[in-house]
């Protein structure tokens, strides 16, 4: 049997399929989906799903719940409650066991050919990987992945009488959006585009209901603290807020109002005066509906940038297939449908369809490998005995209602005939074989169907056996997967002197998948054996039109030690070639493997990625401090924008985000809306990346580098060295000259240059070392080890009250070295990457 899991933030559920078809495999309860909760009891004994759900209201500091929005982070799932902490994958791999073990309940077996899980088309890297260790973790051996619209809108074709035309995939999930442009054609889908909000969901509405509608309710009846749910009094409070805020979002779409209840015994807390706590607070549709209208729209402006971008209309599109549990509230079907002026589809299962689909994609996957591979489309054979030998080339699989079978044989012998019967009785009847023909072969029902085919001589002697050909009808098939993000290296590019860190790309967002090659990049710097030189492959999702590598997302990093591929006192030069060997497979899984050809060295060999070298951990002091920091960046970098371009609606919008991001963090410690305000923040800084690149703000955001530049450089005028100086005020008046003939890319490069140089001079100085460690110092939250980044504060504050100058700048280089790698830029400053192109 093939399996097809939806892992999902807030439900779960397994499908399973075989010769007789789909079949979903149900709870212990009777339900379709499994609550995505793990509880977990004084004595250590775990209860998964509707139990575990229902725990939360009463011990909330013994359940998890929402971990899958955590996966690919190092944050921990502490269980106060139980003394019990778990990680992400850790949770996953629990829920997976439990869906597995729902399965072998109703077939009495724990054997598989394999299984697919489905994963959001946002997920990166990183989050793509921790899933695949859960699954491992859960006793799945054979197992990949497919993207959750991928898997929706092969579910979408299950059993439909119109198997072509054009789509949308609208998954609004417990935690995350995925939406994608579909085009089917005889049962092959294609996925012609997809986008996605990792942070959007159920869970966020339930938030926006707390914030909006509870948490004013209780500061107009109760004397609390400023910010209550961050004090440690009221955790319990809150939490069970949170479930009886979703409890009353969930009765909304089938009632005008619901009551969010909570009394003195279920709360358990007492305000500031010693009153016991209650909630009792009404919420109307109405008023539900206008919390979420403005991020329901975001959905809609997404999915209008989708049709734009691939040139069409709501009139080329069929219709709106709704996924996941908030998709089924009215108000969100109503409105996105309305805005966009496609129909909705009420066919398809929003809350099983990812898991069916996945389970159809499952079973056509030759499973001999560990991560499966595409079957066979196409069939031959050849027939033996007697005196003819004929050719038989076939449709193996098809979603299609008809097979075609090609007969070939060298008939110039005599006179030939050919029978072909099968299911259903049909029957072709003899007919004359004269060298080939071709047959169409029905296809009643989804299965396998076989035919026989028959060949003799004109006198009615057999000319060869008989043949079986068996052809598979599937539910539907995927076309092509592809790549839902752009995978790129860091590279340095330019002359010595004014090199800067960018982004080459190894594999582009839409590339069809599996996909393979070499690139060749070269060492920027000299490796010599028996010393602690090294040099670093650091790969990061690339955001479409935003280059900077600190405003994309590390994914890991090859790390390779001078010791580890040369003797002591060997030099690598500068300059020696680097290959990357990558690979992406259809699972959307990278894989990367370093050569260096003149020393005759293969990673392969060797383990040097690490694919967790990049993820921040979101729980506990420092992950507040980094949320914080994002914000404070985000919010830097809209007035520095605000400042050349003056008003603009989309900075306006921009500045709206950060805002809400701001409230979100005042009134939430948790983990994962401390990850919810980061990319949040890190979003916001890739928009005005390409806001300031759109032809109508370039003039003024490139006259603001420049007089940027200009007044750093005068204050700065005695300390830089005149050659410094004179290079620069050479560049920003060729710059200024380029901007009046409108050569843009010319403009760019000169500033960029500029500012290298620039930075660099600034380096040298003193005073800006010793303000970059004071600023360094306190960032431990983009420390990659803890541990070294406070040795290293130690060492730097030593050589301060020495007044070791030259040991600051060394402590800096190696804090910097120690961040994570899309922190590794602070204040313009980066080390640059060990990489040119």
Not at 95 to 100: A, E, K, S, V
């Amino acid at each position: 049997m093939n399996l097809g899991i939806d892992l999902g933030t807030s439900n779960s559920a397994v499908v399973g399929v075989d010769d007789s078809g789909l079949r979903l495999f149900k709870t212990d309860d009777g339900k379709d989906v499994l609550a995505s909760a793990i509880y977990f009891d004084r004595r250590g004994h775990m209860t998964i799903g509707t139990r575990a759900q229902a725990q939360a209201e009463l011990s909330p500091d013994n359940v998890a719940q929402g971990f899958k929005r955590l996966m690919g982070t190092s944050s921990a799932i502490e269980l106060e409650g139980a003394n019990k902490s778990l990680t992400p994958e850790e949770a996953s791999s629990e829920i997976i066991r439990q869906l597995l073990r729902q399965v072998e309940a109703e077939t009495g077996s724990n054997e598989f050919a394999g299984a697919i899980i489905t994963i959001p088309a946002a997920f990166d890297q990183m989050q793509s990987e921790a899933t695949i260790r859960a699954a491992h973790a859960a006793g799945l051996s054979k197992v990949g992945l497919l993207q959750e619209p991928v898997a929706a809108a092969m579910a979408a074709l299950e059993g439909a009488t119109r198997r072509d035309g054009r789509f949308l995939i609208y998954d609004l999930g417990g935690g995350t959006f995925d939406l994608a442009l579909v085009e089917a054609s005889g049962g092959a889908v294609n996925v012609i585009a997809h986008e996605g909000i990792k942070m959007l969901g159920g869970r966020d509405f339930d938030r926006t209901i707390i914030d909006s509608v509870v948490r004013p309710w209780l500061a107009e009846n109760f004397q609390l603290p400023e910010n209550p749910s961050r004090d440690s009094r009221f955790k319990r409070l809150f939490a069970v807020v949170r479930m009886k805020a979703e409890v009353a979002k969930i009765e909304l779409s089938t009632r005008e109002t619901a009551v969010i209840y909570l009394s003195e015994d279920d709360a358990r807390a007492q305000d500031l005066e010693g009153n016991d706590v209650y909630v009792e607070v009404e919420i109307s549709r109405l008023r539900y509906e206008e919390l979420i209208k403005d991020r329901i729209l975001e959905t809609v402006e997404i999915s209008r940038k989708m049709l734009r971008e691939n040139g069409l209309s709501n009139d080329d599109i069929d219709r709106i297939v709704f996924i996941g549990g908030p998709s089924k509230t009215p108000v969100i079907r109503d409105l996105v449908s309305r805005e966009l002026g496609i129909p909705a589809d009420h066919k398809t299962d929003p809350m099983t369809a990812v898991a069916r689909g996945a389970a159809i994609f499952s079973e056509s996957r030759d499973w001999s490998v560990e991560k499966g591979q595409r079957k066979a489309a196409r069939g031959s054979v050849s027939t033996t005995g007697g005196q003819l030998t004929a050719k038989l080339d076939f449709t193996a699989r098809s979603a299609d209602e008809n097979a075609r079978l090609r007969i070939k044989a060298d008939t110039s012998g005599g006179e030939y005939r050919f029978n072909v019967s099968g299911p259903n009785g049909f029957d072709t009847g003899w007919a004359s074989l004269d060298q080939k023909a071709t047959i169409s072969l029905p296809l009643p029902k989804p299965g396998k169907h076989v035919f026989k085919v028959q060949i003799e001589q004109a006198d009615g002697k057999k000319a060869c056996d008989d043949q079986l050909v068996e052809i598979v009808r599937t539910e539907a098939t995927a076309a092509a997967i592809h790549a839902t993000r752009t995978v790129s290296v860091k590279v340095a590019q330019g002359p010595a002197s004014e090199r800067r860190n960018v982004l080459h790309p190894l594999i582009e967002k839409g590339t069809a998948l599996p996909v393979e090659g070499v690139t060749s990049y070269k060492l920027r710097e000299k490796l010599v054996g028996g010393t602690p030189d090294r040099f670093e492959v650091e790969l990061y999702d690339h955001a479409d039109g935003v280059d900077s590598p600190d405003l994309n997302l590390a994914i890991g990093i090859f790390a390779i030690p001078a010791d580890d591929i040369l003797e002591p006192g060997q030099v690598l030069a500068a300059g020696t070639e680097v290959n990357i060997h990558w690979q992406m497979d259809d699972n959307g899984l990278i894989r990367c493997e370093i050569s260096i050809p003149s020393i005759q060295v293969h990673s392969e060999r060797k383990n040097f990625y690490n694919p967790q070298a990049g993820q921040d951990r979101f729980d506990g002091e420092e992950g507040g401090s980094l949320a914080e920091a994002k914000l404070v960046q985000a919010q830097a970098a809209i007035n520095d924008a605000r400042s050349a371009i003056g008003d603009d609606s989309k900075l306006d919008g921009l500045q709206r985000r950060v805002a809400r991001q701001h409230e979100l963090l005042s009134n939430s410690s948790d983990a994962e809306a401390r990850r919810a305000v980061t990319e949040e923040a890190l979003h916001v800084q890739q928009e005005l990346a390409r806001l300031k690149e759109a032809p109508e703000h370039r003039r003024a955001v490139l006259l603001q580098e420049i007089e940027q530049i200009e007044e750093g450089v005068a204050d700065l005028v005695d300390s830089f060295d005149p050659e410094t100086v004179e290079r620069l005020n050479t560049l920003l008046r060729s710059a200024r000259e380029e901007i009046s003939n409108k050569n843009w890319s010319e403009v760019r490069q000169l500033v960029q240059q500029a500012r290298t140089i620039f930075q660099r001079a600034l380096v040298q100085q003193p005073g800006f070392i010793l303000h970059m460690f004071e600023t360094l110092s306190e960032e431990r939250h983009s420390a990659l080890d803890k541990n070294l980044h406070d040795r290293l504060v130690q060492e730097g504050d030593q050589c301060l009250e020495s007044g070791d100058i030259e040991g600051v700048r060394e402590v800096v280089g190696a804090i910097l070295r120690n961040r994570m790698p899309s922190e590794s830029e602070s204040g313009g400053v980066a080390i640059l990457s060990s990489l040119m192109r």
